[in-house]
């Protein structure tokens, strides 16, 4: 019997109600200076013949749920089990998606890709969308023609982490592309029909590179207007290139505060595209700026604006309430315990410099990264 299907240990957050099926293992460029999450493992492509017996396994899997066989998920060996409960959880979303995994699935050539994709149509028809991640040079390899062939064979949306649009981070980062494929990648995918969700990462170049990074960036979503634009803000995670270089002085990174005025600039410059801009993640100080780039604009701005009147001690009060987990807006304070509020002032009181400050917020988002 073919083994239970293999799940990789990623996804975007706006995918956890999707069913995962992992189609290549771990990321081919894996030379990202801010990354560690597939460091240490090789890339490789998985062989058609297995991710389509996956399939096969995950349709027979769904098909005895509905038949009630198992009932009894404790008697499963636990692997089993648990390909059983992630189905499950699956089927009660409304079996909505399917993510194709690891880090950059669109490295496959055309015709794998197709096979794969006309093979999870047939065998799980109810789908309505299949995602997956793709970085700009393997999406450049594909003509528009293919791209739209993706398409119609299933191909819904495209998750991409541009992480800036300015070619002087994108080196320093070692993404490996520049601004000006990032732009014909994304236009060839948004002419092809296909979403495209791209990622930025403010405060990834350093106080330096700030304001290159939120304008061309801006530049890149005026030129692609992708269907989203998802915020992460850059955290230095120990063990990394970029890490060490920050220790050792070469990098300054930019405060917690000048990463989130970083993004807003970023709105600021965007003209034109009408794309949603979505903070779906805990490290991102304000994660209420959600909302429309045609309409809901100045409604972001404005997010930003009312943080920057408070004072500097109830501007600091705020940061260590949203680090610590206690709120995830402005808003959010005025719903404080007491109790909360006493444990806020107490951290506060605690740092003598600035320096101080900003390491223990750093070591708190450090856990969520």
């Not at 009408?274 to 809901?296: A, P, Q, R, W, Y």
């Not at 509020?341 to 990264?369: C, H, M, N, P």
Request: charged share 30%; hydrophobic share 35%.
């Amino acid at each position: 019997m073919h083994k239970a299907f293999e799940i990789g240990p990623i996804r975007p957050p706006s995918e956890a109600d999707s069913l995962l099926l992992r189609v290549t293992r771990n990321c081919p460029w894996n030379k990202c200076k801010f990354c560690t999450l597939y460091r240490k493992h090789q890339f490789k492509a998985r062989p058609v013949a297995d991710i389509k017996a996956d399939i096969d396994q995950i349709a027979q899997y769904r098909q005895n749920i509905i038949d009630g066989i198992p009932e009894n998920l404790y008697a499963l060996p636990e692997e089993m089990a648990q390909r059983y409960l992630h189905i499950m959880r699956w089927m009660s979303c409304g079996e909505e998606s399917v993510f194709l995994q690891d880090a950059n699935t669109v490295v496959l050539t055309y015709d794998k890709l197709r096979e794969i994709l006309d093979h999870l149509r047939k065998r799980l028809p109810n789908i309505k969308r299949v995602t997956t991640y793709g970085r700009v040079d393997s999406l450049n390899k594909f003509s528009l023609e293919e791209l739209k062939g993706l398409r119609e064979a299933g191909l819904d949306r495209i998750h991409s982490g541009y992480e800036s649009g300015s070619d002087e981070v994108l080196k320093l980062i070692n993404k490996g592309y520049t601004k000006a494929l990032e732009i014909e990648a994304g236009q060839k995918v948004k002419a092809a029909g296909i979403e495209l969700s791209i990622y930025f990462m403010n405060g990834a170049g350093g106080s330096a590179l700030s304001n290159s990074n939120a304008i061309e960036t801006a530049d890149v979503v005026n030129k692609v207007n992708p269907d989203f634009i998802r915020i992460r803000t850059f955290v230095a995670q120990r063990h990394t290139e970029l890490y060490e270089e920050i220790q050792q002085g070469q990098i300054i990174e930019c405060a917690d505060k000048e990463k989130a005025l970083e993004l807003k600039k970023m709105i600021e410059h965007i003209d034109g595209a009408d794309g949603k801009l979505i903070s779906d993640h805990i490290i991102n100080l304000f994660e209420d700026v959600n909302g429309c780039l045609k309409t809901d604009k100045q409604k972001m701005l404005n997010i930003f604006t009312e943080f920057e009147a408070l004072d500097e001690i109830n501007q600091k009060k705020y940061q260590i309430a949203c680090r610590l987990g206690m709120v995830r807006s402005l808003s959010n304070m005025s719903h404080l315990t007491r109790e909360q509020l006493g444990t806020i002032d107490s951290y506060l009181q605690k740092f003598d410099t600035e320096e101080e400050f900003e390491a223990f917020l750093s070591k708190l988002l450090r856990r969520y990264v």
